[in-house]
């Protein structure tokens, strides 16, 4: 009974730690795999977005890129094709021009002695085939052949004289080269010599030409070229192919052809459009240092706003932090406090019960007392009355001592009187006997009473003894009764088992206070029943009441702290929790069976482990 | 043989108990015992007693359901309950069910024990009436109106609410009247024949028992009825013991409640009138000389006080009070 009062709060309170919620721990876990998880998120998102946006870009440039580059080569050609048109126009004007001066005095004559060359046997000659690009070229004997008609023809005696006046006249001009065909397609003069003679007839110019009837001019390069001053090296050439008409019939009478040089012209395009390249690629590069210079601004932007993100995250962290501290701290007092007040309790439970029980022992205690005191009493006024008797019987013997012979005559006349008050009782010896002997056994009911006083706060001795149960109950149950209603009939059936070891004290107050409990739900007459087995290493106290019974919607909660169906200031609510409590600290169970209704009662089981 | 005073009967399941009590009683009386209320009852069925002892705590049945069962049985036999502790619960149910004529603790002293029972069967014996008007009637057949009551009924509380409520619950003419101290109280008396007395045991700061004793050892026909909250077992011992209270009320309790205690006590207070030797068997002892000092200087404290504060007329009253409740 005097045990702390701190450890059954502290075994409610260990009961209770393993599942309390630890708040700050699982708040920063929580919170904190939240704010990864958006940062993540977020670190994701913005790299996603600047793919994009690089991708975005990088498409923009290039389509600027081709766009520009269409354009440099779109005015490159279109200035290349200019170029071409007018020098073909100059060309021909120069054609018509030589024509006009120098045909029908110099070439016409020339060429008419040249178409007189028979050439067949030349052409018949075969050509050779090139194995690569399957183009043909006059073959060796053929190109003698005609080469062979071009020296008759220098010798031819006009030469000399056209020649010269070629070559006059076309020296410090950009003419480089000319030559004149005839309408078989040979070429019956050029300003290149070594050329005379040469079969043009499948040349695409002077067909256009001769047989078209117009003017073909085309640009080619060539790395050596012979020219009027004599050799040129590297120049861009436009050869213009121009027929000649007769002046009276206008008949195609032969072709000029005219190479003229346009180097320096397109020296001038390709100037122009190099130039262009280089202003795009500046541009080009300008866009793209601007775009560089955005995707790295739009980063640093990206890198702000994500910074701020997380400061703002890690503050918000913080501040919740600090809250959640605060909140845990506060609840941990609250609960110090209910802890505190819980051990009040517990005390007030005890205290409770020890006053019930004092009660209970007063009167059990006071039967015997007023019995007794009753009986020594009358046993004293007895004695008091054996005074007048025991005086005769003095007398009586002091005569018989005195008396010399066997027979005394003795006048009662004096005694009468003294007689005349006393009643039969008062020579009776037996009543007060039997009145000391009453005495004597309600002394023996104080004695066992006491005894069991003894037997039940025994145990503050030493905390952990070995006991039987059936005694421990048989205690439990003597003193429960004093306070028990008088209709209460209490049933004890204690089976064998074996002593085990525990605080009795602690077991004392769950079986008193089961008892009690048992009792309190029994209206008017019924039976307490407290039985006791042995099976599987277990002892097992059954704790029986023909009650009320417990209802379901209170069911759940008995065990509950604070729970109580009593009207408020009449129990703690912290019995059964208490009893729960300390079962368990003896390595034990309790479990409740319950009926409403008709015959309706609780039994309560409790199963303690046999221990050494 | 000496002629027994009286026939009794003890019940208590402890047979030491009951042999004692027969050692104690025995010279003076036929006693006869039994070991439980069954067997009390059976024997209360076939036999008069003048008195009957009972133990209040037995199994089975409790001393005050018997002595309410021996009271319906047998009206005119005395009933003295026997108690071990305090039950104020069941003491209440004992004084306002079975009308029990003492309480005697446990343990009982061997010289006082026997002078109560010899005077409970003197009385049983002398009062010589006719069992009719002993047997009360149902409660709920008291007629619940003021026509019920003929006479003052004198409530003497720290509250006058008490009164309204009265009047509100059993009609406007009630004859009640409302003292708030114990002079009011007194004077009372002067002006009104009093019939029933409602009173708590506490008023304006002093002890209201001296007075009901008084009364009661002075006009025995006069029914009290305590209402109180301020009470403990050994309140009501005394109350019953030395003032004889009809009724005890534990406060609050509904006014219907009340009403209906008010209308036990007014049929009560008609019996007394018709029989007045009925009067005898709520005699109480007279008050000790000391308490009845105790009480004179409460009583004069109360009656300067408030003499001096609000009715210089009450000293006059009360002492015409005074001077017929006590002739002094």
New interface residues.
Partial sequence: LNTPAGDHADTLRAAGRHNRFRLVPYFTAASLAAFVLVAGALGYFQQQQDATFRALQAGQLALVRNAQNDFTTHQDEAARNDLLAVHEAGNVNLARIVANMSWERDFAPFVARAERLPIEHCRTLPDTVDATTGATRPGPEKKSCFAEIGRQLREFPEFTSIDARVFAAMAKSTVFKMKVFDLRGITVYSSEHAQMGEDKRSNGGWRGAALGGEAISELTFRDRFSAFEGIVENRDLISSYVPVRAADTGAIVGVFEVYTDVTPFLLHIRQATTDLRRIAADNQALIEAAARDTEHRLGEQTLRTLLFVMLALAFLFIVLFVIIRRAAGIMAQQERERDQAQQQLVQMEKSASLGQMVAGVAHQLNTPLAFSLANVQMAHQALENFRLPLRFAGIFARLVRSAKTDTVTLSVAPARKLIESAVDADFDPETPKAMLEDTLHGIAQMRELVDNLNEFTRIDRSRTTRFDIARCLSNVVYIARSVMPTGIHVVEDYAATPETSGNVSQLNQVFINLINNAAQAIDGPGTITIRTSFAEGRIRVDITDSGCGISPEHLPHIWDDYYTTKPPGQGTGLGLGIARAIVAEHGGEIAVATKTGPESGTTFSIYLPVTG | M?EKKGCILCVD??P??L???T??LQ?DFEVHTASGAREALDLIGRQDFDVIISDQ????M?GSELLREAARLSPRSMRILLT??SDLPAMLRSVNDSEVYRFIN???K?NELPQIVSEASAIARSSGISETLLVPGPEDAVEDSARAFSETILVIDDEPAVVEQLRAELGPELPIVHAGNIADAIAAFAEYTVGIVLADTRVDNSDTTALLRMLKHQEPQIVTVVYTSAADAGDVVNLINQGQIFRFLAKPVKPAVLAQALAAASRKREQLKAAPQLSERHRVDPIPEVARQSFDRSLEESAARHAALSDPSLLERMSAGLKRLFRR
Wanted: aromatic share 14%.
């Fill in positions: 000496l399941d402890e030491n108990i042999r004692s009590l050692w104690l010279r705590r037995m199994p089975g409790s071990g502790y446990k343990p009982w061997i």
